[in-house]
């Protein structure tokens, strides 16, 4: 199975902040990535898609890149909405698996 | 709009299997291009995926959870199941139903969830 390493391990930000949030996969997957967020209470949102598209009707301060196996959320000028926990997923092949989640806080 | 929403019993005894149905409105289950996916998250837990089936009922598996689960499609009821055999208190989680899409490029994404169900296994 494909592991998918999240960092930081933690996130504390303010609102107007920009944050970033790395996603490492243990081979490659090309650019098979996607992001969720979730906040609790609520079902989990697909933000972007393979690896840098974004999902329609996704604020376009959300925005994902890929380097290798390495991948990256960025999160721009962040508003109170966006305090949730985040996941990246791979869907280069199954079984799918998903990041272990950050959490950004305030 | 496509809208998925679970039913089950929310409470299980251990030993016993876990059953839900994930009904879809709003749209085919037929319909090209998706796959039928169910996802757990324990409490407190991040999100972990179980499996998806196709509605021409090939399935795929998790390979920690493949020995005990199963998953069926009822094309004339647009639904589609999720039964786990012989739970523990561990596999007491809030279960997800989910739609996979897969577009002309072959990339996939989660795309539409159910609002999830907790499921309680307690004797």
């Known amino acids: 199975d494909i592991q998918l390493t999240q960092s930081p391990s933690s996130l504390s930000a303010s609102v107007g902040d920009t944050v970033t949030i790395t996603c490492r996969a243990s081979r490659t997957i090309s650019d098979y990535l996607n992001w969720y967020q979730h906040t609790p209470g609520k079902a989990p949102k697909l933000l972007i898609y393979?690896?840098?598209n974004l999902q329609r009707g996704v604020p376009s301060r959300f925005s994902g890149s890929r380097s290798g196996t390495d991948f990256t959320l960025t999160i721009s000028t962040l508003q109170p909405e966006d305090f949730a926990t985040y996941y990246c997923q791979q869907s280069y092949s199954s079984p799918r698996t998903f990041g272990q989640g950050i959490m950004v806080q305030i | 709009q496509v809208q998925l929403q679970e039913s089950g019993p929310g409470l299980v005894k251990p030993s016993q299997t876990l059953s839900l149905t994930c009904t879809v409105s709003g749209g085919s289950i037929t319909s090209g291009g998706y796959y039928w996916t169910w996802i757990r998250q324990h409490p407190g837990k991040g999100l972990e995926w179980i499996g998806y089936?196709?509605?021409?009922?090939?399935?795929y598996y998790s390979s920690s959870l493949k020995s005990r689960v199963a998953m069926s499609v009822d094309t004339s009821e647009n639904q589609f199941s999720l039964k786990l055999e012989s739970v523990t208190a561990a596999d007491t989680a809030v279960y997800y139903c989910?739609?996979?899409?897969?577009?002309?490029?072959?990339?996939?994404?989660?795309?539409?969830w159910g609002q999830g169900t907790l499921v309680t296994v307690s004797s």
């Open positions: 989910a739609r996979d899409y897969y577009d002309s490029s072959g990339y996939y994404r989660i795309d539409n």
């Open positions: 393979a690896a840098s």
């Open positions: 089936i196709h509605y021409s009922g090939s399935a």
